[in-house]
């Protein structure tokens, strides 16, 4: 619909006036009253729509989840419970492809034609322990729609750092753009990191921890109390918005990058 909106305006068609309203009804795609899905987000600033199933019932996810894959050919749901993951994985057999996380909770729905157009960014993953991968997973998907190479190392936390030498290394030789690090308890992982490297660090504190600072608080303000410079955080559990952040910066980094290479 976009392209034959663009190419009516290019052979005299239609007046911008009317194809500025056309564009803007494009933009937004209603669900029966119960969604209203951005459908050109990606086209309009390079991150796909993603829709939280949690407290939505199965039937509203499986409708949501139709009707962004007929408009835009992919769709992203985030926090789904079993019930909610069994029957998109029912609803994705005739014709369609489907990728499930490996913690179950965020899954991936695309149809035949879908590409996923690698951009050449370049994100690091690390978590602190094993509790904090679901996060670091949701981190994972986003980084990798959006088009980027994603290096990952799990339980590597400030327990026993040596640990993080050798995937610390991997990821200086693999010359990432960005560095995701999900921690939860005191959350110091990120300081760490962020005073060994020249990378920006996004931080994302996980809700794993209790006693004094559990649900993630304790965490969330060390990483906003850190002194190293070059270190973000991002809200509780944020492994998507890290993720999109992560790939927002590797993309235009990549982008940049490949200039620079046409110019030599």
């Known amino acids: 619909m976009l392209r034959e909106i663009l190419r009516k305006i290019k052979d005299g068609e239609l007046p911008l006036d009317e194809a500025e309203k056309a564009i803007k009804l494009l933009a937004i795609e209603e669900v029966n009253d119960i969604a209203r899905l951005d459908i050109h987000r990606e086209l309009r600033h390079g991150v796909p729509e993603v829709v939280i199933a949690e407290g939505k019932s199965v039937d509203n996810v499986i409708e949501i989840a139709g009707k962004a894959l007929q408009k835009t050919g992919r769709i992203i749901i985030s926090r789904a419970n079993d019930q909610q993951v069994n029957a998109l994985t029912f609803c994705a057999i005739e014709g369609k492809k489907i990728n499930i996380s490996k913690s179950g909770s965020t899954v991936v729905l695309s149809d035949s034609h879908s590409q996923r157009r690698a951009t050449g960014g370049r994100v690091g993953i690390i978590t602190a322990g094993t509790s904090d991968i679901p996060v670091a997973q949701e981190a994972e998907i986003m980084a990798s729609e959006m088009g980027c190479d994603v290096t990952v190392a ?99 980094v990549a982008r940049f990058r490949e200039k620079k290479s046409s110019l030599v």
């Not at 753009?177 to 660090?201: H, M, Y």
């Not at 809700?207 to 600072?213: I, K, Q, V």
């Open 154 to 252: 799990y339980d590597v936390g400030i327990a026993g750092i040596h640990r993080i030498f050798m995937p610390l290394k991997e990821m200086i030789n693999k010359d990432i753009d960005v560095l995701v690090v999900v921690a939860g308890r005191e959350g110091a992982l990120p300081t760490l990191l962020a005073g060994l490297i020249d990378v920006p660090i996004i931080a994302v504190p996980t809700s794993f921890g209790y006693g004094f600072g559990e649900k993630g608080t304790g965490a969330l303000m060390a990483m906003l109390q850190s002194c190293s410079l070059g270190l973000a955080a991002v809200n509780i559990d944020g492994g998507i918005p890290a993720g999109a952040v992560a790939a927002l910066i590797a993309n235009r």
